[in-house]
């Protein structure tokens, strides 16, 4: 007893040790100053957020990094701010912003969190020149119908073009904002012409095609066709977003591409993609494309017979399938969807193998995580 409370004295004064050495650039939130925070935030062009605690190691070694940021950006449209997630007045708000591990930084662009997190070197520089480039401008601007034509989408992101009349379109400025919003997703062209032409979007998908807006060019309904069209319906995943995708506990259904030639096999999967189970994607599971050289090790634990790529797996972090379908091949209709429904129906004749991907979780070596530090208060609290 006496050495438990011995223990929570000196974790209560390592955490009023870590709020009181916050830097004073950093605003860390409290009841006293929810209001005026929130102010603040919506009048900055970014809000860089820390979700912490400082019970947690990870944290608080995260926490002196992030306290000098400031300082090396000096950008004054960026507020910092620090949310202790294990504080009870902000467990609701750590909640509501979905964070599931300690520390999880986030951003939040005129006002709108981004799906963005910081997953890279935890280091001041590193964070710095992460956050430099989401400030950076999102649109290029093409004059020449000759390059317009020439714009491709890259193999992870689908292509946005606006058509614009001069620079001083009012919905022009609107696209702009949007672009920053989504900068990740998509990638944003503006088509400038002093000829009188009408305004116009479309995005533009290797697989898929192009597709015309059709709607009112206010903020609110062009925001809602960008978030909706943005995302690919297949992601290319590699060991840098590996973590995030798979923290999201979806199924995954994995196309196993070329190194080099690859456009061929990713464009046939694509289109049965959005034919058969375009509907299950972000509720039910995830699709990905990955590099079978980069994944190599992945593709050794695969049977000899699915070692020649192009193949498909589906992995729900449990258990992993080898997909009867070959890209490309001549597939009988439903034939992807069916498999698939029968995985999230726990089908027990399918044959299985350990997942592979579960690996590429966030690991604790990292990160603390929510609910087990929750645990831990509750059990010490209950033995004292």
């Known amino acids: 007893r006496i050495s438990m409370l011995l223990i929570l004295s000196l974790v209560v004064f390592g955490y009023v ?4 050495n916050l830097h004073h650039h950093v605003n860390v939130l409290q009841p006293s100053n929810v209001t005026q925070l929130l102010k603040e935030i919506e009048k900055k062009e970014l809000a860089v957020v820390h979700f912490g605690s400082s019970f947690c190691i990870h944290s608080n070694r995260l926490q002196h990094v992030f306290n000098d940021v400031p300082l090396l950006l000096n950008n004054s449209n960026v507020i910092f701010v620090y949310v202790d997630c294990r504080d009870s007045n902000f ?13 999880t930084i986030k951003f939040i662009y005129l006002g709108i969190l981004l799906s963005v997190e910081y997953r890279g070197e935890r280091s001041s520089d590193a964070l710095s020149r992460f956050i430099e480039a989401l400030l950076k401008p999102n649109v290029n601007f093409v004059y ?9 989408p890259e193999i992870d992101h689908r292509v ?10 009012k919905t022009l400025k609107v696209y702009q904002k949007i672009s920053g919003i989504f ?74 591409r070329h190194h080099e030639w690859y456009l061929k096999s990713l464009t046939a999967f694509t289109r049965m993609v959005d034919k058969e189970i375009s509907d299950l994607i972000g509720v039910n599971v995830t699709v990905v494309h990955v590099d079978s050289v ?7 634990l695969s049977d000899a017979m699915t ?41 027990s004749d399918l044959e299985a193998r350990t997942s592979i991907f579960v690996k590429l979780s966030p690991s604790k070596s990292r990160y603390s995580f929510i609910s087990s530090f929750f645990d831990d208060l509750k059990s010490n609290k209950d033995e004292l």
């Open 17 to 20: 040790h870590c709020i009181f």
């Open 91 to 103: 467990r609701a708000t750590c909640y509501s912003h979905q964070i599931t591990k300690v520390p």
């Open 144 to 152: 020449d119908a000759v390059e317009l034509e020439e714009i491709t």
């Open 160 to 169: 946005v073009i606006g058509f614009f009349r001069g620079k001083k379109s």
């Open 183 to 256: 900068m990740n997703e998509c990638r944003f062209y503006a088509y400038i012409s002093e000829l009188n032409i009408n305004t116009l979007f479309a995005i533009r998908d290797p697989a898929l095609g192009d597709e015309v807006y059709v709607g009112d060019y206010d903020a609110n309904s062009l925001f809602k066709w960008v978030r909706l069209n943005c995302k690919p319906l297949v992601k290319s995943m590699t060991f840098d977003n590996a973590e995030g995708i798979v923290e999201r506990g979806l199924p995954l259904i994995i196309l196993y």
């Open 294 to 300: 980069m994944f190599k090790n992945a593709v050794k």
């Open 307 to 347: 070692r020649k790529v192009p193949f498909v797996q589906v992995d729900n972090l449990k258990l992993n399938y080898h997909l009867p379908y070959v890209p490309g091949a001549s597939t009988k209709a439903g034939t992807l969807r069916g498999f698939i429904v029968d995985i999230l129906r726990n089908r």
